[in-house]
């Protein structure tokens, strides 16, 4: 596809369209971000320059110092000092005195720009790292390299990818890609709204923008090329379309959009303290998806009913290893004393497909290859420090523990044994825990749900992960922005699998829940109820509307509607079924949709 000359209005208005990530409107300044290392370029200064110049790289040390001690402070805040500790080498080198003489002696002596003797310097210094025999100094090399970027970046005014924690301006960015891990370090009062060219709806960085409620779209194509930094944009994150030089008359056309959705929402948190129950008495529990402790704050905030979703390995991308298992117990404890009396399902180690540790090796289909239980099972170190500090935190409240990715009856048995060896260790070490803690898994790959009977004797629940089911019954990457039309829930495969895990559930006395992103959607809910889906669990933002409708909602109609979808042929038909539903139910929530 070419987009080299986007259409613009006469007005200069140009409308670019891109997939909906998340909801509300924003206007604001974009700022195009660059992913790779700067690029660096010489020019020759006149001599009496160099003063100067050693003012502006004096500047950059200390804005990096500033964004160094900021990240530091949020990872100390989620983690504890220890984890913080990381931090202390980069801004060690920053203070280096050598280094920075010799900076500043090119800056004088060759009367180069900034840039280029600072560049110049680290390269040496990284080089020099790189070759020695001692394994720790080598890897120092990656720590000196990211610093190096940072002051470079400062230095060109640039916003790097990590440096996006700290926006001088509020801005709307655009990226090709973020991680989620760099997306969990956003400041939200800086990045007002984001937009990148790779990724889904159900894409962890999608997820993530719906957490933080900052408006997103996602899959937009050529967007670092179509945009630049400085223009002005609107996004109506519902939508999925990216106003460029939005005329007044847009902007005038999207406050009233605000205006309304503000009064709504007014409405929406009167029912923060009422149960998530039909129409017609059908008790259901609506939970929230949380990455960290500080997020039960939010989820009770809105409404939810405890925690049916804790995605752990954010506590481990935030420091980028694993904390060990006093700073996990710490973050666990936090997490469900912050939810009592209400239950917290804590998920183990879901890393791996888009959520990468540093330094993890590449691989050509990340989503079917080294993620979640099977790399516990193959780090029993690991998995043994995670469970014993789940069960740790049972002692504190309400805990429900859960496996992801589970695709054989083998892991789960194999994963319930090393549970059994961390329980009868802590009886013999007279640590408490709860004898009655529930454990759960989660299903999402087909094969899972096919025999969701032989699993349903050994667990307490089942948790719906549509993203990923959905992914894997469709072959469908949840990530690929080309593929992203197809990656559709309510696909007649995807509910005939929904349809037996109920059934293998019901049969066994174990509940079901769904925590993928539909669970949270008006549009899929009445679905979800209507196939027997006991418990939903979604991002804290969303929780508002999806209790205003569950409490709108009629249990006997949603029964209905799933017999009917059921015996549907196509994805659109379950979808317009399941709408026709919601729309009635609650019209409100799809008027500007
Ligand atoms: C899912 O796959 O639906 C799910 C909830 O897990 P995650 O999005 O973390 O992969
Ligand atoms: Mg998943």
Known sequence: MNHSSDPASPSGERVLRGIPAAGGVIHARVMVVRQAAPE??????????????????????????????????????????????????????????????????????????????????????????????DEYLRERAADIRDIGHRVLNNLMGLAAEQGLARLSQPSII????????????????????????????????????????????????????????????????????????PTDATLFQYGQIRERRAAFDQRLSDLRDQPAVTMDGRRLVLAANIDEPGDVAEARRAGAEGIGLFRTEYLFLKVGELPDEDAQT????????????????????????????????????????????????????????QLRSILRASAHGKVRLMYPMISSLEELLDANAVLE???????????????????????????????????????????????????????????????????????????????????????????????????????????????????LSATAAVIPEAKFLLRRLKYQEAVELAQAALKAGTASEVERLSRNVAEQAAPELFSDR
Request: proline share 5%.
């Open 421 to 535: 060896e961390c329980r009868s260790a802590l009886r013999t070490e007279g640590i408490p825990f709860d004898p009655e803690l529930e454990v759960g898994m989660m299903i999402e790959v087909p094969g899972a749900a096919l025999i969701a009977s032989q699993f349903a004797p050994h667990v307490d629940f089942f948790s719906l992960g549509t993203n990923d089911l959905t992914q894997y019954t469709l072959a469908v990457d949840r990530m690929n922005e080309r593929v992203a039309t197809l990656h559709r829930v309510a696909h007649p495969g995807v509910l005939q699998l929904i349809h037996l895990t109920v059934l293998a559930a019901r049969a066994h006395g174990c509940s079901v829940s769904a925590c993928g992103e539909a669970a949270g959607d008006p549009a899929f809910i009445p679905l979800l109820v209507g196939l027997g889906v006991d418990e």
């Open 40 to 133: 660096v370029v010489r020019h020759s200064l006149p001599a009496g320059d160099a003063d100067g110049e050693i003012k502006r790289f004096q500047n950059a040390l200390v804005e990096t110092r500033q964004q160094i001690q900021e990240i530091q402070q949020r990872v100390s805040e989620a983690m504890g000092a220890e984890e913080a500790g990381i931090f202390d080498a980069h801004l060690l080198t920053l203070e280096d005195p050598t280094l920075i003489q010799q900076v500043v002696r090119r800056l004088t002596t060759d009367h180069v720009n900034a840039e280029w003797a600072f560049h110049e310097v680290i390269g040496q210094y990284v080089t020099a790292l790189q070759v020695v025999e």
């Open 174 to 245: 655009v990226a090709h890609d973020l991680a989620p891990s760099t997306t969990a370090m956003l400041d939200r009062t800086k990045v007002l709204g984001f937009v990148t060219e790779a990724g889904g709806v159900t894409s962890h960085t999608a997820i993530m923008a719906r957490k933080l409620r900052i408006p997103a779209i996602v899959g937009l194509p050529e967007a670092t090329r179509r945009l630049h930094s400085g223009e002005y944009a609107l996004i109506d994150g519902h939508g999925g379309s990216l106003i460029v030089n």
């Open 330 to 385: 710490a973050a666990y404890k936090a997490a469900v004393e912050a939810a009592a009396p209400e239950a917290v399902v804590i998920r183990t180690l879901d890393l791996g497909g888009d959520k990468l540790l540093p330094g993890a090796l590449p691989e050509a289909n990340p989503f079917l290859g080294w993620r979640a239980i099977r790399i516990s099972l193959a780090h029993r170190d690991w998995f043994a420090v």
